[in-house]
């Protein structure tokens, strides 16, 4: 006989269970989207706010990109205090002004008293100074100060990532004293791994992990469970730093200080996965020509202009690889071959550039590539070029045999082959180094000039070869 399942009456099951968000595969369901949609519609308010109730602030982000553009800020309005403004953080930045534009200040405001100071500045941050000064004015002192306060640091800096609520106790406090005062005190941060001891001016002393804090006895002086070498950032700082700092040290918090040294906020893992993820995104893009503020969610003119800039730079020096064929006009009129082989020699030698140029500008951006190691990474890169210059050099070289039945081509392609692939290697890693020394992006850059060298060397050699071996006036 089957065991009996308590299954629990469909008045007590949640609103996801009866309406499921997501399929087998993680993606979100047509048909539960369809169902929010048609709630906004109807303005059903008491469903919308459990669905938007249940849903985690990644998920309703995933949900609000998935509804169509009127609807967006409809939810938020319908839903009012239960919607959770960090989803906006979870959108793309065009959908979340889109969405900030169509509400008003009070509702915005209101969001923004519920999040995290480090939350509330990057809802705010991609707003216009006046839409951020109706917003800020309509916030309590206290909350409109801090939040200035982050905005006036540089973009990319600890200071825009930090959040400011911390727990900071004085330094001649004793372990009992400091769990009274984090069970006494109502508004902490929500989450966090470590207090920190400060002296009458706030200056930095060091901090206290919270497993360290919960095995001393109450009597014992904060004193002797302080951390004094613990990392800690400036809010100067660049988030880029700030992520290798704790990648390295394996931090899941680390204290924000001022010029002064005084504490002024907290930089917890959380973020810093949001850095690592941005940056790399950036880097990718860039790599690509395409710019970081590029979203799916633009429409085709702001795609199209924005990507125009680079394609102009690119037919710009596809113009000037084109003009060494015009050189060796005459040669390619008497070997048409010429002209058919010699486009693979150039494009052989661009995508092995940018093998090498993606691991050159990835490890610059790491600083695991510097003075110290600079010239065995060039020679490396260079003898990879060899190697596979030459490997490839015998493979295309007995193809174009077998293919126009003229021996000598084999060669000619063969050593155009090996001189391309290390010209790729070189430019690959050399370019992006040069422009790290000049103070230029290489992510940015360096793909256009890598590809530029890579089909003026292989025309070049290979045409000039070609002269050279068979005699073509």
Not at 125 to 135: K, M, P, S
Not at 225 to 235: A, F, M, P
Request: include cysteine; charge should be negative.
């Amino acid at each position: 006989m089957a065991d009996d399942v308590d299954v629990a009456p469909a008045g007590q099951q949640s609103m996801l269970d009866r309406f499921p968000m997501r399929d087998k595969d993680g993606d979100i369901r047509p048909e539960f989207v369809e169902r929010v949609s048609a709630a906004i519609k109807a303005a059903d308010v008491p469903f919308l706010r459990e669905i938007v109730g249940e849903l985690h602030e990644a998920d309703l982000g995933d949900l609000i990109e998935a509804l169509d553009p009127e609807e967006r800020p409809r939810l938020v309005e319908l839903t009012a205090a239960d919607f959770d403004f960090s989803a906006l953080n979870e959108v793309d930045d065009a959908v979340r002004d889109e969405i900030l534009e169509e509400l008003e200040p009070e509702t915005v405001a209101e969001g923004v008293r519920e999040l995290e100071s480090d939350d509330a500045v990057e809802l705010l941050e991609g707003l216009d100074e006046q839409d951020q000064e109706e917003i800020l004015e309509r916030l309590p002192q206290s909350e409109r100060v801090a939040l200035e306060r982050s905005l006036l640091y540089p973009e990319n800096s600890a200071g825009r990532r930090m959040q400011t609520e911390f727990i900071a106790v004085p330094a001649d406090w004793n372990v009992g004293q400091a769990i009274d005062y984090m069970r006494d005190t109502p508004d902490l941060p929500d989450r966090f791994y470590e207090i920190y001891a400060v002296d009458d001016s706030r200056r930095w002393q060091g901090a206290i992990a919270l497993d360290t804090l919960l095995r001393a006895r109450r009597p014992v002086p904060l004193a002797d469970l302080i951390e004094e070498d613990r990392r800690r950032v400036s809010v100067m700082d660049d988030q880029e730093e700030v992520a290798r700092l704790f990648g390295k040290y394996n931090l899941v918090a680390a204290p924000v200080v001022d010029t002064a040294d005084r504490l002024v906020g907290v930089i917890t893992i959380d973020d810093v996965v949001d850095v690592i993820e941005e940056e790399a995104e950036e880097d990718i893009k860039a790599l690509g020509g395409v710019t970081r503020d590029e979203e799916l969610s633009d429409n085709v003119w702001t795609i199209a202009r924005g990507r125009f800039n680079w394609l102009l730079v690119n037919l710009a020096t596809a113009f000037l690889a084109s003009s060494v064929l015009g050189l060796f006009e005459g040669q390619l009129e008497k070997m048409v071959a010429l002209a058919v082989l010699a486009p693979i020699v150039a494009s052989q030698g661009g995508n092995a550039a940018t093998q090498t140029m993606t691991v050159a500008v990835r490890a610059l951006a790491t600083r695991e590539l510097g003075s110290g190691n600079a010239l065995r990474v060039v020679l490396r890169e260079a003898l990879v070029g060899l190697v596979n210059g030459i490997a490839f050099a015998v493979i295309t070289g007995v193809a174009a045999v077998a293919w126009f039945k003229i021996p000598g081509l084999g060669v000619v392609i063969g050593l155009a082959m090996i001189c391309n692939l290390i010209a790729g290697a070189l430019g690959g890693i050399l370019i992006p180094m040069v422009l790290e020394r000049v103070r230029a992006d290489p992510a940015v850059a360096s793909g256009t000039f890598v590809t530029t060298i890579t089909d003026v060397v292989g025309f070049f050699s290979f045409l000039g070869i070609a002269t050279l071996w068979f005699g073509l006036k």
